[in-house]
């Protein structure tokens, strides 16, 4: 299966949320400018271009000091750069703002967990999760394993994998992590039953595939390896991808003669 990124943790972020309405402060039309530099400023985050980005941010928080939303997006903007001590300023400051801001509590719960704070990273996990209005719990459920996970809590782990796979049973990355921990302990054939599910809810998830043949393999099930492994060719167009699956079909062609 393909290997995730160094840091695995997912950031669930609603960039254009609308800008709360206010009573006092700012009047409309700084909230109006505020509201598009902070676009604008999201926009260049997702170009990388980052002093850009900030630029146009801490003019939109200059514009409208209360915006939780802005705060986030500085969060977001300091996280990019490498700064995490200012993102987690300003991640804080906008949770502050907005105790329910499911999405900065996330992302806070990162930051948290790149410096090995644990046990804070859990508490930001699980209160986003427990968030009713948070509309993607998986990705506070795949965090929160991750965070166990890192921590050697292998059963916890596996129960927030579960838990996301329940909130969302297409998501790929969680079916990804919770094979991965079961290969780990041995759990071969828990580890088949996880990624034939995937592989059902996602029949054109070819890494998906690829890791259900190898371990169809380990449980001595050959026959069932092949179709996995000619179902890779079958549906993937990455060139590495098919060259392992057209190995393994080799092999096992190979040792039916």
Request: proline share 5%; charged share 25%.
């Amino acid at each position: 299966m393909n290997r995730p990124p160094k840091s695995r943790f997912l950031a669930g972020v609603c960039f254009f949320a609308a800008i709360l309405a206010s009573c006092a402060g700012p009047s409309a039309d700084r909230k109006k400018e505020a509201d598009a530099r902070m676009r604008m400023g999201v926009t260049y985050i997702e170009q990388r271009n980052i002093p850009m980005a900030m630029r146009e941010l801490s003019k939109a928080s200059e514009l409208d000091p209360g915006n939780p939303e802005v705060e986030m997006a500085l969060g977001l903007a300091y996280q990019a750069r490498g700064d995490q001590s200012k993102a987690e300023e300003h991640l804080r400051k906008a949770i502050a703002k907005k105790p329910d801001y499911a999405e900065a509590r996330n992302n806070l719960g990162i930051v948290l967990a790149q410096r090995k704070a644990w046990d804070e990273a859990i508490r930001e996990f699980e209160a986003v999760a427990a968030n009713v209005m948070y509309t993607t719990p998986e990705l506070a459920y795949f965090n929160l394993g991750e965070v166990y996970r890192a921590k050697g809590d292998l059963a916890a782990a596996e129960k927030a994998y579960r838990q996301a796979l329940q909130a969302n049973d297409r998501y790929a990355t969680a079916y990804a992590a919770l094979s991965r921990l079961l290969v780990g302990q041995g759990k071969w054939s828990d580890a088949a039953s996880v990624l034939s599910r995937c592989v059902k809810n996602l029949p054109d998830y070819a890494p998906g595939w690829m890791e259900l043949g190898r371990v169809y393999l380990r449980l001595s099930r050959p026959t069932d390896a092949l179709k996995a492994f000619d179902t890779v060719l079958a549906v993937s167009s990455d060139p590495e991808e098919r060259k392992q699956a057209a190995g393994y079909v080799a092999l096992l062609g190979s040792e039916k003669r």
